[in-house]
Nanobody, 118 residues
Framework: QVQLMESGGGLVQPGGSLRLSCAPSRTMPGLSRMAWYRQAPGGERELVARITTGGTTTYADSLEGRFTISMDNRIQTIYLQMNNLQPEDTAVYYC????????????WGQGTQVTVSS
């Protein structure tokens, strides 16, 4: 079983920036893509951004321009640069890794808390 380890969360003031990282406990064979999701208090888990091993990115419509996802394929680690953070960005941010061709797999991280408050 692979564990995904997120880091970089914390408390930041409105307008500030954070950079999240997500690294696996071991190599994931045939990895297809990785992504960041978030879940605000009382809300559902939603996609923030996704990146394939080929470099194709997808963003939630409301976040593109402020958030940037990137991947280091050599170490299967993804990053989420978050700029101009607002209180509505407060959530637990989760990392996900998938292989979408047979044999498929999907792993979730434990989450890292991001709180935007003055």
């Amino acid at each position: 079983q692979v564990q995904l380890m997120e880091s970089g969360g914390g408390l930041v003031q409105p307008g500030g920036s954070l950079r999240l990282s997500c690294a696996p406990s071991r190599t994931m064979p045939g990895l297809s893509r990785m992504a960041w999701y978030r879940q605000a208090p009382g809300g559902e888990r939603e996609l923030v951004a996704r990146i394939t091993t080929g470099g194709t990115t997808t963003y939630a419509d409301s976040l593109e321009g402020r958030f940037t996802i990137s991947m280091d394929n050599r170490i299967q680690t993804i990053y989420l640069q978050m700029n101009n953070l607002q209180p509505e960005d407060t959530a637990v941010y989760y990392c996900r890794a998938q292989r979408v061709v047979t044999p498929t797999y999907a792993y979730w991280g434990q989450g890292t808390q991001v709180t935007v408050s003055s």
